[in-house]
DNA sequence: AGCTGGCACTCCCGGTAAGCGAGTGCCAAC
DNA sequence: GTTGGCACTCGCTTACCGGGAGTGCCAGCT
């Protein structure tokens, strides 16, 4: 351990501190703190054991004869040692499963988990949607809209739907009949990271009649492969959407001149994948507090997040953000259940 | 006239004070006002032309003593009257143009315009996506997942795709083929508020052989058409989506109280539908000032919208939200220089 | 040792008072 | 109809002054 010398008392004053801090908002003093938690000892020891605390840089004092306010270093304490993710209320776990039940297609189940999200932990919440690349293939069509233009829609066994027009030579109604079931056939239950493999073979084992002539335009197959390609590799970049901004401005002048730098963050697709971060397991929950976030514009927000998928495969990443003084039990409880009841949604899509 | 009494002076005076207030933010006096104008008149003057308009209404003085700041009324007049829509310079003309011709597909359109014209106009951007139902079929596909359970996928003409998977009775590969073609062949190029009239007739046409047997289940066609004419009636409610919201803090504490009012609206959909407001013809501006906006919410926030589409077809509308106190004609001249683009945008998709 | 009550000290916060300055309305004169 | 002059209003800033919360320290108690 760290600091040895950290003993229980010590840690039940932590605890109470950041309990009560997240709770009231205003630094809390010595004597508040024996009032609402039972600790058995007098005001005078537990300055004591501030001090101590203060030593160490878990807590922080805002001016002399101010109370104490907690440290992203006591957060992070808190969050790893002193405390578990809360288990929701029923109440809470019913309007999750309702909620979610509804949703109708990929975008609807998204955009309902910001809004749940946003409205269960009432901060800012931010989605990402399945990875295209873990997912696999559920079918590819190909729709003849001109006798050179096609349109290229790509369906995702996770309820995604791409599509793109691709211009090819003239090609028969019947070719593209032939084309699509041949395609289908080759790709479709596979990875989409399998896929680009998959298409250079498909390609090059074409039927010899319908190899072009040597110096010719593409052949229409060679076109719609490549624009295949194109749709999976640029689609990488994920897309992310997030809600729940309201929730910044909800404590009125409370941080004021750091909604603005964080609302300018939350437009950037860059920043928000750095804001989820790297893939991690399936409801393993992450918490990055204050000045762990590597952006400047984030220093005093906390993100707690979760990836979601289907059983062990992380698809993508959800979660929240808010300031460093949040209710971390409380947000962590609702984005692990949000996380799964996801997970579990599209299992069954 | 409203006002007969309003003479040129009179009115050239009210536009000074717009246009003052809205660069500097500051209620603007009698001195400051024939400084920065050449009225040709002493400030004197101008107090008496400021009384007058104060009593009918146009301005108003926040406190004795203090300048002048344009009420919704003077605003109202300045737009009618007072000002046109600024073209924009050739270097956002060309922003424009470089932002959008880079779009693969339609969500990629319409979540480049949202960010295009929040940047442009340096105000909250709104845009909803184009109409299903003025939108014409391109294609209905219909792909078998499996003997019982078929997806069904609507693309239109403005390149939106739906989906849904329908659980169906067992069905054979080659009749959904069939299916798929004449289902097509039924609608495809009609427009969608045409549509559920064709299926209609179509179900009632059916070939008599493939009839169910009274009393048994719903065939497929039947339930097929069911889930079709849902997609597109649902569908009315259209999405909307919104960005650059973190201009609405940029003022830092210039509404402080306003903005998480704001900022809530615009997580509803219902109040984004009303925003928008009716339909117009395309690039045709609506403004709507203040108080004018139903919402409580939001009274102190001017909305420019325009309707977008192609040719005379009014598909939706795109605008942007913010401080009453606003640059009207810059504003008015990108949303509607914006809304005419992204026109000729789906006119060629 | 560790805990406790007492006590002096610090410093934020809220309210009040004074001075400044911008802007006005009115009026008499042009 | 316009102008300069002038007294007046009133918000904003600064300074000042308790009151109060909270602390650190210390001496005494268990």
Not at 58 to 73: C, E, F, L, N
Not at 141 to 148: F, M, S, Y
Not at 165 to 184: D, K
Request: aromatic share 4%.
């Amino acid at each position: 351990m760290d600091e040895p010398k950290l003993d229980r008392r010590r840690l039940d004053v932590l605890r109470a501190i950041v309990e009560d801090y997240v709770a009231t908002q205003e630094p809390v003093g010595s004597k508040a703190l024996v009032e609402r938690h039972n600790l058995g000892v007098s005001p005078a020891t537990i300055r004591n054991d501030m001090a101590l605390l203060e030593e160490e840089g878990y807590i922080h004092q805002p001016h002399t004869s101010a109370g104490r306010v907690p440290t992203d270093k006591g957060y992070r304490l808190f969050v790893d040692r002193l405390t578990n993710v809360k288990p929701l209320t029923t109440a809470e776990r019913r309007a999750i499963h309702s909620f979610l039940d509804e949703a109708l297609d990929l975008d609807d189940v998204v955009s309902r988990t910001v809004r749940l999200l946003a409205q269960l932990t009432r901060q800012v919440a931010v989605v990402q949607y399945p990875s295209l690349t873990r997912s696999a293939v559920r079918h590819v069509e190909l729709v003849g809209l001109a006798p050179t233009r096609i349109m290229l829609v790509l369906i995702t066994d996770t309820g995604r739907v791409e599509q793109r027009v691709v211009e090819v030579v003239p090609l028969e109604e019947s070719a593209l009949g032939e084309l699509r079931a041949r395609l289908n056939a080759e790709i479709v239950g596979r990875r989409l990271s399998e896929v680009p493999g998959l298409l250079e073979d498909f390609a090059r084992r074409r039927p010899a009649g319908e190899a072009p002539p040597a110096g010719a335009a593409p052949s229409a197959v060679d076109a719609l492969c490549a624009v295949l390609l194109e749709m999976i590799v640029e689609q990488r970049e994920e897309r992310i959407v997030f809600g729940g901004t309201a929730n910044l401005a909800r404590f009125g002048q409370d941080f004021p001149d750091t909604i603005h730098p964080v609302l300018e963050a939350l437009e950037e697709q860059v920043v928000l994948l750095k804001l989820l971060g790297e893939a991690t397991a399936p409801s393993l929950l992450t918490v990055r507090i204050g000045r762990e976030n590597e952006l400047d514009q984030l220093t005093s927000t906390s993100v707690v997040t979760s990836g979601y998928g289907r059983g062990d495969d992380t698809l993508a990443q959800l979660g929240v953000l808010g300031p460093t003084r949040m209710d971390y039990p409380g947000t962590m409880g609702a984005v692990s259940a949000v996380a799964r009841y996801v997970g579990r949604i599209l299992e069954q899509a």
